[in-house]
């Protein structure tokens, strides 16, 4: 059966979406997204009050994130998803949760980026992990908004192995003509030996590589800092990302 969100209920689906960014590395409260939905759109937001999820690991770094599955050991081992850090440690331990873990297909997501210099959206799809080497990312799309003016936008795409042996890290930040700010559509298909990215029906980039397992969705907003203070005035919040929808096709569904 395909993927199909388009936020049309009164309240997130949590039968498809975590509402938590990697909580073992911090706590489920820590790292809880702040989101609404309303009129069919989610808005994932940073707020001004809002904590950093993990200051110990990542510093003042602050996200609003939903993910499609979860993964890690018990409290103190090293084994979860998606090690974005040297040393980490099971801080809190949480269940096993696999809602949306494709292996190949097609994904797809319509949004509208931040042009906020301190801020990033993105999409990726990482490695479920339950291996190690599992660990690979596809990035959709991940947009810096101090790369986004009112004509063009470096969209970041491709793919990242972390400890994937089986994959090279293969990013390239493209320079496309649009206004990020405004919806656009993001897609990548996923095929045994290629993965092929697409923004607005047209093809960006293709690679001749691929992981070759199960994958979890990553929908995210982050708010980049240094220091103990949020990094824009607070007339300036809340920083809004906003989804029109996500979309994910099984191979024998999709087909471009």
Known sequence: ??????????????????????????????????????????????????????????????????????????????????????????????????????????????????????????????????????????LVFEIFGRDVTATKARVGMGLRAFADPSISDDVEAVTLSMDATEFHDYAVEWTPGRVRLFVDELQVRELAQSPGYPMQLMLNVYELADGGEPASPRERYPKEFFIDWVRGWHPDEAGR
């Open 1 to 138: 059966m395909p993927f199909l969100d388009h936020f049309d209920g009164a309240g997130l689906d949590t039968e498809v979406w975590i509402p938590h960014y990697l909580p073992q590395w911090s706590s489920r409260g820590a790292s809880a997204a702040r989101y609404d939905i309303a009129d069919s759109l989610l808005r994932l937001r940073i707020d001004h009050d809002q904590p950093p999820w993990n200051p110990e690991a990542d510093g003042w770094l602050r996200v609003s994130s939903l993910q499609t599955g979860r993964f890690a050991g018990p409290l103190g081992s090293t084994t979860g998803q998606h090690h974005f850090a040297p040393g980490l440690e099971v801080q809190e331990e949480q269940e096993a949760v696999r809602l949306y873990t494709p292996h190949y297909g097609l994904v797809e997501c319509r949004a509208r980026a931040l042009a906020d210099p301190a801020n990033m959206v993105a999409l990726w799809l990482i490695g479920y992990e339950d291996r190690p080497e599992r660990s690979a990312e596809i």
